[in-house]
């Protein structure tokens, strides 16, 4: 079954509001979690590292002020999208390593701001 | 830098043909990662290997095989006897190898998206 699951699958807002999207770790903790976005037709690009009890680390040229990281507990990470608009529209995909070092993926979120 | 690098963007072959997916990486890590991925039209990543840098022996799981050179930075996959199943998109990816044998995060290929017609 699955390790990890994320909420919602899919979601729908208006430009201008705001987005929580939640990764757990079902089956472990994690202490480190991953998030990456895919546009339509490409490539997954990393966004930001979550690490349990401290900041976020964001890749270049993410705008951490839009997208909030809170990795409150060793089993949840989310990923807030605020003040969105339909350039955010993606696919967000978040991913965990376990203490096995096996790297998995959840079954990700696509977001559509309308 | 780390990149991966899937020159084929698209592939189409009729069914039971063979088909290999190219891969070609640079790192400067001595020590990394390396992964394929399948990705159905439904968008979840579906795990096929990882393979570890140190062990470059091919690698065959029922139809699928995997020919990793280190001499040429390539991790190619190959899939016998296609089906139409195996439509999706693949993507190679490569991670660093951390202490204790953790992964970084991935970096992915843009990815190859195979049509398998009946």
């Known amino acids: 079954g699955a390790v990890v699951s994320q909420h919602p699958s899919r979601v729908i807002c208006k430009s201008g509001t705001s987005v929580k999207i939640e990764c757990r770790s079902l089956?472990?903790?994690?202490?480190?979690m991953f998030w990456y976005r895919q546009f339509p037709k490409q490539s997954l690009m990393l966004m930001a590292t979550?690490?349990?009890?401290?900041?976020?680390?964001?890749e270049q040229g993410v705008e951490k002020d839009k997208f909030l990281i809170n990795h409150a507990s060793l089993t949840l990470s989310t990923l807030t999208v605020t003040s969105a608009h339909p350039e955010d529209s993606s696919f967000y995909i978040c991913?965990?390593?376990?203490?096995?070092?096996?790297?998995?993926f959840g079954p990700g979120t696509r977001l559509t701001v309308t | 830098a780390q990149k991966v690098t899937q020159a084929q963007t698209e592939i189409s072959v009729v069914e039971k043909e063979d088909v290999t997916l190219d891969c070609v990486y640079e790192?400067?890590?001595?020590?990394?990662?390396l992964f394929w991925y399948k990705q159905p039209p439904s968008g979840e990543l579906v795990f096929l290997i990882r393979?570890?840098?140190?062990?470059?022996q091919n690698e065959i799981s029922g139809r699928y095989s995997w020919n990793f050179q280190k001499s040429t930075s390539s991790f190619n996959f190959t899939i016998t006897a296609s089906q139409v199943v195996d439509s999706a998109v693949y993507f190679c990816?490569?991670?660093?190898?951390?202490?204790?044998?953790?992964?970084?995060?991935?970096?992915f290929g843009k990815g190859t998206k195979l049509s398998v017609k009946p």
């Open positions: 979550s690490n349990e009890g401290s900041k976020a680390t964001y």
């Open positions: 790192t400067r890590d001595t020590t990394y990662y």
């Open positions: 393979r570890n840098s140190f062990d470059e």
């Open positions: 991913s965990v390593v376990a203490a096995n070092y096996e790297q998995y």
């Open positions: 990816a490569l991670s660093e190898r951390r202490y204790g044998g953790s992964q970084g995060n991935l970096i």
């Open positions: 089956d472990f903790q994690a202490t480190t």
